[in-house]
């Protein structure tokens, strides 16, 4: 699996939109780019998953670059229960159950 | 629908104790992660499973960890003899065949080996 790049920590505001990049310039054709969260005592959470085209489901959006080398996690109107550590990871789908989680972004929302 | 469901949720023991984590995956689930988590290393897969099957064991540390389905709702992770190095918080996922690829992780077992 292609590896993954993310800043260590990050701030934002209560109410603004959380940008969440990732950089992963090695991922290859078949690998998908998952998001996953993990707030403090807790297992981690899925958020949300893509290929190519940008997704948006009920938690969050995910905008991947047309060369696929980068993706951003947008939480629109963050609150303060979104305060977490984010994984970005790539990950072929088939024949391959594996998540490999790095350090991920310690995200924290400021009232 | 309960969740992952894993017991103990803290467990504390002492070197050379055998200590046993156990899972409940979600109802219909067929896939099972154990994995790990230590401020060191961060978050590890140690082996999962498919239909009961282990299918990928290469994260399970060394002889002492064994890991078990003996049906799809139920798995055991055994350290023995347990080491101070394996104190750790211990995750269990499971998956469903039909709902697209999202793991649903368990509350963990926070294991202290003294």
């Known amino acids: 699996d292609a590896k993954t790049t993310q800043p260590t920590s990050m701030d934002c505001a209560e109410g603004r939109a959380a940008n969440l990049p990732c950089n992963h310039s090695?991922?290859?054709?078949?690998?998908?780019v998952y998001w996953y969260r993990q707030i403090h005592s807790q297992g981690p959470q899925y958020i949300i998953h893509?290929?190519?085209n940008n997704e948006t489901n009920e938690m969050a959006s995910l905008i991947i670059t047309e060369d696929r080398k980068s993706s951003t996690l947008i939480l629109p109107h963050a609150t303060l229960r979104d305060t977490a550590v984010y994984y970005c990871i790539v990950r072929a789908n088939f024949g391959n159950e594996k998540l490999t989680f790095g350090t991920g972004t310690r995200l924290t929302i400021i009232p | 629908d309960a969740g992952v469901i894993q017991s103990p949720r803290h467990e504390v023991t002492e070197m050379g104790q055998e200590v046993t984590l156990r899972c409940k995956p979600i109802?219909?689930?067929?896939?099972l992660f154990w994995y790990r988590q230590t401020m060191m290393r961060g978050l590890e897969l140690l082996i999962y499973?498919?239909?009961?099957?282990?299918?990928?064991d290469s994260g399970m540390p060394e002889d002492r960890f064994s890991a078990k389905m003996p049906n799809a709702s139920f798995s055991t992770l055994k350290i023995q003899p347990s080491e101070p190095r394996d104190s750790a918080v211990y995750f269990c996922?499971?998956?469903?065949?039909?709902?697209?690829?999202?793991?649903?992780f368990g509350p963990g077992t926070r294991l202290t080996v003294l």
């Open positions: 499973f498919n239909n009961n099957v282990p299918i990928d």
């Open positions: 090695t991922i290859s054709g078949n690998e998908y």
């Open positions: 893509g290929l190519k």
């Open positions: 109802s219909g689930h067929n896939s």
């Open positions: 996922a499971s998956r469903s065949p039909f709902a697209g690829d999202e793991q649903f």
